[in-house]
Each structure stands twice: as structure tokens, then as C-alpha cells.
């Protein structure tokens, strides 16, 4: 039942509300000042350094001053003094490359080229599914003339033993993933069996970070390098393809696995994991002074499939979480092969530099994983079966699988 209130009562309500939050935002501003109070002596004390130095240079330096390459290195070297390794600072190339990736595209044409002599631009490597190859370029080809946007960046003619190194560097800004040059597609023309092709390359792609294939009896084998925002699509993909030729156990390789962001490897493992009644969590991200992020399964499956799981040292940050949480969710089912990965459970955020230019990449928070474990990750996540070699680590999680070898030895 509705009811309202006269407007004396609105007004008394108001007063209260008004009453109260003036404390409240007179508490929060003395906080405030006296934690900038208690800073002001280190700020002082980097700025006199900085003053010095700039003083310094201004006085004895015979050359001329680049503030923008100074200004960009100033901010390299205070991230660097954070003595974090996983923090540093990107400049605009680099943060365009770092946003690029993470999102699983890459405007990479896929080829590498170098200049001989008496061929001139010569292609020496096409990368399998790339644009490049996709447009049919091959090994050996000689590029005749390159056009951006049809504005000309590559012609045979003008090159020479001299000019070369600019054409290659030129070649190269297109073919980077750290290029910050807007362009759509590329014109190329080239020679292949003294017949001239021109073909069309769009730029940009999808980077594949999940392979998949049917190994002896019905194993499926799926590598994945990288928890990208596109690998949950492309793990899906991959383990519909597996599955309809007959895979009725798998692995999952995450040897050397390290680069992506825990919100993806949540993504990837939710098309595994079975989740339980309640407030079952992947993952809970504890930020400093923020509210913490909580990542829960969207629904409730079970793959109810025998699954081997490959660990290395190199297993690192989302991968440790994919193959920690794929154990835990599936116990019984899913066992670790290996060694113990990485150890790292820190979360990094980039942000951007309106002055400066690029950004920061900052350790912003822990991660713990589906039973709250703080201390998941110290020393690494261990594997149930312990296994040095590489070849001997596959070798025994197919056995496992097939069921030879139940009661793995684990090496001493």
C-alpha cells in the first residue's frame, strides 16, 4: 500500500539526510588532508630531485632538450622504482599493441621480408593463417610495389642497397602489431615465377590462441596459448569440432601459457566448470581501497569427461587460475601433469596518460580462486603428477587417460 507524506515531513527528511552527510563529507575531507599532509614530505622530496636535475641539465647540457622523450622516460624509470616487474610503463605504440592483444586482434599482416640484392624486397616468412597468407603471398616472393590506403609506401624501382633499410622500416609499421598507423587495407604487388600478382590485404585479424586435435584413441588435445577476449569463442569452436570426431576425454595444454587477463580465463573456464548451489565464485579480485570483483559462473555445466591438465613453470596468472579452478570445480576428474607453474596471482591494470602519452600498466589487486584460497599460488600451483621432461609429461597424461597408468609415478 502506497502512502505519502506531507510536505513538512519531506522537508524534516531532507534536513535529517542533510545533517548527516555534512559529517560524513567533513570526515572524508579530513582524511583526505591528513594524508596529504603526512605525503607532503616525500612529494618535496621528489620534486627537489626532479628540480635538480632539470636545473642541472638546463645549465650543462650543449644539446637540445626533447621534453616529450624526457617527460615519457621521467615516468618509465618512477615505474621502474617501483621495483615490480609486472608494472611499467607503455608508450602509445606499445599501449595500442597491449590493448590490440588483449582483445585477441592483431593488425599484423603476417609476413616478414628482407632485401637481397639481386631480387630486391624479398618475402622470407608468411605466418600460417595471417592475412598475408591468406591472400596467397608465399615464401620467396618478390615485392614490387606496397600501397597503404593507395598512397605508395614500397616501390621496387626506388629501391637499393642504400634505401632499403627505410623501405623495410616503412614495410615493417605496417606489418607490426605495435603500429599506430590507421590503415585499412594494403595493395600488393609482387613477382612469383616472372608472373606479376597484385592481391588486397585487409588489415587485422583475429589472433588463434587455441588448437585443437584428435590424438590416439580419442583424445582430444587442446593448446592454448593465451586467454584473450576471442579464446572462449574459440576454445567453444575448437571442443564442438573435437568432440564431433569422437573425443571422449581431453587435454588441455597450458605449458608457456602466460599472457591475457583473469576475466577471460573466467570466460574460457566457464564452459567446463560444475557449479555447485550457492554462491560458487571462479575467481574474487581483491583491489586495494575498492570494492572487491567477484566472477561466478553464468551456468551450471558438466562436461563429465576425464581431462588431463599440463603445467610448466611458464604456466603463469589466468593459465594457474584455468587449470586451479578446472581441478577444483572437477575433482575426481581433472588431474594436473608436470611442474608446478608460475606463482602469480596479481591482477595489472593499464591507465592512460593524457600528458604524457601511453599509459601504465599497475599491480592493482590479488586474485583467489574458487574456495578462497589465499594461499593458492604460493609456490605455484602443484601438479598431481609431477613429470620433468616434456615428452614424458605428454606420454603420461595419455596413458593416464587411457587408463594404463592409475597410479602415476611421481618423479623424485
Same mark, same amino acid.
Given at each position: 500500500?502506497?502512502?505519502?507524506?506531507?510536505?513538512?515531513?519531506?522537508?524534516?527528511?531532507?534536513?535529517?539526510?542533510?545533517?548527516?552527510?555534512? =559529517?560524513?563529507?567533513?570526515?572524508?575531507?579530513?582524511?583526505?588532508?591528513?594524508?596529504? +599532509? &603526512?605525503?607532503?614530505?616525500?612529494?618535496?622530496?621528489?620534486? *627537489?630531485?626532479?628540480?635538480?636535475?632539470?636545473?642541472?641539465?638546463?645549465?650543462?647540457?650543449?644539446?637540445? %632538450?626533447?621534453?616529450?622523450?624526457?617527460?615519457?622516460?621521467?615516468?618509465?624509470?618512477? +615505474?621502474?622504482?617501483?621495483?615490480?616487474?609486472?608494472?611499467?610503463?607503455?608508450?602509445? *605504440?606499445?599501449?595500442?599493441?597491449?590493448?590490440?592483444?588483449?582483445?585477441?586482434?592483431?593488425?599484423?599482416?603476417?609476413? *616478414?621480408?628482407?632485401?637481397?640484392?639481386?631480387?630486391?624486397? %624479398?618475402?622470407?616468412?608468411?605466418?600460417?593463417?595471417?592475412?598475408?597468407?591468406?591472400?596467397?603471398?608465399?615464401?620467396?616472393?618478390?615485392?614490387?610495389?606496397?600501397?597503404?590506403?593507395?598512397?605508395?609506401?614500397?616501390?621496387?624501382? !626506388?629501391?637499393?642497397?642504400?634505401?632499403?633499410?627505410?623501405?623495410?622500416?616503412?614495410?615493417?609499421?605496417?606489418?607490426?602489431?605495435?603500429?599506430? %598507423?590507421?590503415?585499412?587495407?594494403?595493395?600488393?604487388?609482387?613477382?612469383?615465377?616472372?608472373?606479376?600478382?597484385?592481391?588486397?590485404?585487409?588489415?587485422?585479424?583475429?589472433?588463434? &590462441?587455441?588448437?585443437?586435435?584428435?590424438?590416439?584413441?580419442?583424445?582430444?588435445?587442446?593448446?592454448?596459448?593465451?586467454?584473450?577476449?576471442?579464446?572462449?569463442?574459440?576454445?567453444?569452436?575448437?571442443?564442438?569440432?573435437?568432440?564431433?570426431?569422437? *573425443?571422449?576425454?581431453?587435454?588441455?595444454?597450458?605449458?608457456? /601459457?602466460?599472457?591475457? &587477463?583473469?576475466?577471460?580465463?573466467?570466460?574460457?573456464?566457464?564452459?567446463?566448470?560444475?557449479?555447485?548451489?550457492?554462491? !560458487?565464485?571462479?575467481?574474487?579480485?581483491?583491489?586495494?581501497?575498492?570494492?572487491?570483483?567477484?566472477?561466478?559462473?553464468?551456468?551450471?555445466?558438466?562436461?563429465?569427461?576425464? &581431462?588431463?591438465?599440463?603445467?610448466?613453470?611458464?604456466?603463469?596468472? =589466468?593459465?594457474?587460475?584455468?587449470?586451479?579452478?578446472?581441478?577444483?570445480?572437477?575433482?575426481?576428474?581433472?588431474?594436473?601433469?608436470?611442474? =608446478?607453474?608460475?606463482?602469480?596471482?596479481?591482477?595489472?591494470?593499464?591507465?592512460?596518460?593524457?600528458?604524457?602519452?601511453?599509459?601504465?600498466?599497475?599491480?592493482?589487486?590479488?586474485?583467489?580462486?574458487?574456495?578462497?584460497?589465499?594461499?593458492? /599460488?604460493?609456490?605455484?600451483?602443484?601438479?598431481?603428477?609431477?613429470?620433468?621432461? =616434456? !615428452?614424458?609429461?605428454?606420454?603420461?597424461?595419455?596413458?593416464?587417460?587411457?587408463?594404463?597408468?592409475?597410479?602415476?609415478?611421481?618423479?623424485?
Amino acid at each position: 500500500m502506497n502512502r505519502k507524506i506531507s510536505f513538512g515531513a519531506a522537508l524534516a527528511l531532507a534536513l535529517v539526510l542533510v545533517s548527516v552527510s555534512i =559529517p560524513l563529507t567533513m570526515l572524508y575531507a579530513r582524511q583526505e588532508h591528513n594524508r596529504i +599532509i &603526512t605525503d607532503l614530505p616525500r612529494r618535496a622530496e621528489q620534486f *627537489a630531485a626532479m628540480e635538480e636535475i632539470r636545473d642541472t641539465v638546463q645549465r650543462n647540457y650543449s644539446g637540445r %632538450v626533447n621534453n616529450d622523450v624526457v617527460n615519457a622516460e621521467v615516468v618509465r624509470g618512477y +615505474i621502474a622504482g617501483l621495483g615490480d616487474p609486472k608494472s611499467r610503463y607503455l608508450d602509445a *605504440a606499445e599501449y595500442n599493441s597491449y590493448d590490440q592483444r588483449l582483445r585477441g586482434e592483431s593488425a599484423d599482416l603476417g609476413l *616478414a621480408a628482407s632485401y637481397d640484392p639481386m631480387l630486391g624486397i %624479398v618475402v622470407d616468412r608468411v605466418q600460417s593463417g595471417s592475412p598475408a597468407a591468406n591472400s596467397g603471398l608465399q615464401k620467396g616472393d618478390q615485392i614490387i610495389s606496397v600501397k597503404a590506403d593507395n598512397q605508395s609506401v614500397v616501390n621496387a624501382a !626506388d629501391v637499393d642497397r642504400d634505401s632499403a633499410p627505410q623501405m623495410l622500416a616503412e614495410l615493417n609499421k605496417l606489418r607490426s602489431i605495435a603500429s599506430d %598507423v590507421a590503415v585499412t587495407h594494403i595493395t600488393l604487388t609482387y613477382l612469383r615465377d616472372d608472373a606479376e600478382n597484385t592481391v588486397n590485404i585487409m588489415v587485422g585479424h583475429n589472433v588463434p &590462441t587455441v588448437f585443437g586435435e584428435i590424438m590416439q584413441d580419442d583424445v582430444g588435445y587442446l593448446r592454448i596459448s593465451a586467454f584473450y577476449k576471442s579464446t572462449k569463442d574459440q576454445l567453444k569452436s575448437q571442443m564442438g569440432e573435437l568432440l564431433s570426431q569422437g *573425443a571422449s576425454t581431453f587435454i588441455f595444454d597450458l605449458r608457456g /601459457c602466460w599472457d591475457g &587477463t583473469w576475466e577471460y580465463a573466467c570466460g574460457a573456464l566457464d564452459l567446463l566448470v560444475i557449479a555447485g548451489a550457492g554462491n !560458487d565464485v571462479m575467481a574474487t579480485v581483491n583491489y586495494q581501497g575498492r570494492a572487491p570483483v567477484l566472477y561466478a559462473p553464468s551456468s551450471k555445466r558438466d562436461a563429465n569427461l576425464k &581431462t588431463a591438465v599440463l603445467t610448466n613453470a611458464a604456466t603463469d596468472g =589466468p593459465a594457474e587460475l584455468f587449470a586451479y579452478n578446472l581441478r577444483s570445480y572437477n575433482s575426481g576428474k581433472v588431474f594436473l601433469f608436470g611442474l =608446478p607453474t608460475a606463482g602469480n596471482n596479481t591482477l595489472q591494470e593499464a591507465f592512460r596518460l593524457e600528458r604524457v602519452g601511453g599509459a601504465v600498466l599497475l599491480t592493482v589487486a590479488t586474485v583467489t580462486p574458487y574456495g578462497n584460497d589465499p594461499d593458492w /599460488c604460493k609456490g605455484g600451483v602443484e601438479p598431481d603428477f609431477r613429470y620433468g621432461n =616434456p !615428452d614424458q609429461q605428454l606420454s603420461a597424461a595419455l596413458d593416464f587417460l587411457k587408463g594404463n597408468n592409475e597410479e602415476a609415478i611421481v618423479e623424485s
